[in-house]
């Protein structure tokens, strides 16, 4: 009988310990084949899964045994956890095991996308030298303007404060006296909309969300600012980004994050043509090292819930 199913990637050493202590069932594709999960997760206390492992509707059905997730990141909104809940569930995200990688790649691409100056290699190999076309800007004293401030939003305030960037961000629940907002400052929505030369997303995609970086969002942004999206696909429109972008009342954009993933070539077409563009395979929490630390954090977790030691 298996005890563990996994159903995206996971690291090596993780795996080993797992393996160590349950019989374990191991298909980094197993996400996109909703059938075999079905069939899979009937008899199994506990399953491992990333963001692309939807465990909802008849694949939660089948799962009559279920007593356990281990979420290898802490976005939850591919768990139906109405019902994980209603059934006792026990749900295990790995809270800030990605967090340093999410924040370089925020600051990497914030980086990159200010100085401008690594776009050239089209230029450079017809024989071109741009230099005067591509003088960037200094990423200090700019304005990071934060939407949602939460750990990871938390962790990019101190890295970009520490390279000399300004830093604002919103997040309407957090009560004005938190000390979490010393060296920050407090804006509401629009006011940072506005001032900030960098806006990066850091909120949950929820009803309220989505959709609340649109075409009028845009108009409120400085012309030269740049997007960055972590979060989820949907919160930002991403066919009026495309349309700021040619139209060139935006700056740049880096975007890892999208309402369909895998993206796919139909739904890729929005972003053809759009300059100063950054496209990565959401894979801004994942690096060698934040692998290492979410699997082994989500695989003890997941065992020690098993053996009831938490």
Avoid at 104 to 124: C, D, S
Wanted: glycine share 8%; charged share 25%.
């Amino acid at each position: 009988m298996t005890d563990i199913v996994i159903t995206e990637f996971i690291d090596e050493a993780a795996i080993a310990g797992l393996r160590a202590r349950y019989t374990v069932h191991y298909d980094p594709e197993l996400y996109a084949h909703p059938d075999e999960m079905a069939r899979l997760f009937a008899d199994v206390p506990a399953v491992i899964v990333r963001n692309q492992t939807q465990v909802r509707g008849k694949v939660l059905e089948a799962a009559k045994a279920l007593k356990v997730i281990g979420r290898l990141g802490v976005g939850l909104d591919n768990l139906d956890m109405e019902t994980c809940a209603a059934r006792g569930i026990r749900v295990f995200p790995a809270t800030g095991a990605n967090s340093l990688s999410v924040v370089e790649y925020v600051i990497g691409t914030t980086m990159t996308l200010l100085r401008g100056a690594y776009f050239a290699n089209a230029a450079m190999l017809a024989g071109e030298f741009p230099k005067t076309r591509l003088i960037g800007r200094e990423v200090a004293g700019k304005l990071m303007g934060l939407v949602g401030f939460g750990a990871i939003a938390r962790d990019v305030a101190r890295h970009a404060r520490a390279i000399g960037m300004e830093v604002a961000a919103y997040h309407p629940r957090l009560p004005a006296d938190d000390p979490a907002w010393s060296g920050v400052r407090r804006l509401e929505l629009e006011e940072l909309l506005a001032q900030a030369d960098v806006v990066s997303l850091h909120v949950p995609l929820t009803s309220e969300t989505r959709g609340m970086i649109d075409a009028r969002a845009f108009a409120r942004m400085k012309p030269d600012a740049i997007l960055i999206n972590t979060a989820r696909g949907g919160i930002a429109d991403d066919a009026a980004l495309v349309a700021a972008l040619k139209a060139g009342k935006l700056g740049g954009a880096a975007i890892d994050v999208y309402e369909q993933e895998p993206l796919g070539k139909d739904a890729a077409k929005v972003f053809t043509g759009a300059p100063n563009l950054i496209l990565t395979p959401h894979i801004a929490g994942n690096t060698v090292e934040s692998n290492a630390r979410v699997s082994g954090l989500v695989a003890e977790k997941v065992m020690a819930a098993l053996e009831e030691r938490i």
